[in-house]
Nanobody, 118 residues
Framework: QVQLVESGGGLVQAGGSLRLSCAVS????????MHWYRQAPGKQRELVAT???????NYVDSVKGRFTISIDNAKNTVYLQMNSLKPEDTAVYYC????????????WGQGTQVTVSS
């Protein structure tokens, strides 16, 4: 059974930093891409950052220059380094994996809360 487990969320002051981690476990053949999404109260879930198996990255405009997505293939763990945090970054952050198991599918973590105080 495939599991994605996030960690690293918490409360931080504006201007601070956090690093989120998402560990992928289970019998997977390959990681095709990994994504970080976030959902603030009353808002739709939005895609924040993507990293492909080839190492290409993409970010939503609002986090460019502040957030960095990376992956440790040996540990099957993806990270989101978040710097210069703003109150508007407050949300539940979700890890999503485009994984090849017995078939290619999309898998979600349980989410981790990030709260940025002003």
């Amino acid at each position: 059974q495939v599991q994605l487990v996030e960690s690293g969320g918490g409360l931080v002051q504006a201007g601070g930093s956090l690093r989120l981690s998402c560990a992928v476990s289970g019998s997977i053949f390959s990681i095709n891409a990994m994504h970080w999404y976030r959902q603030a109260p009353g808002k739709q879930r939005e895609l924040v950052a993507t990293i492909t198996s080839g190492g290409s990255t993409n970010y939503v405009d609002s986090v460019k220059g502040r957030f960095t997505i990376s992956i440790d293939n040996a540990k099957n763990t993806v990270y989101l380094q978040m710097n210069s945090l703003k109150p508007e970054d407050t949300a539940v952050y979700y890890c999503n994996g485009d994984l090849s198991v017995t078939y290619r599918g999309s898998y979600w973590g349980q989410g981790t809360q990030v709260t940025v105080s002003s």
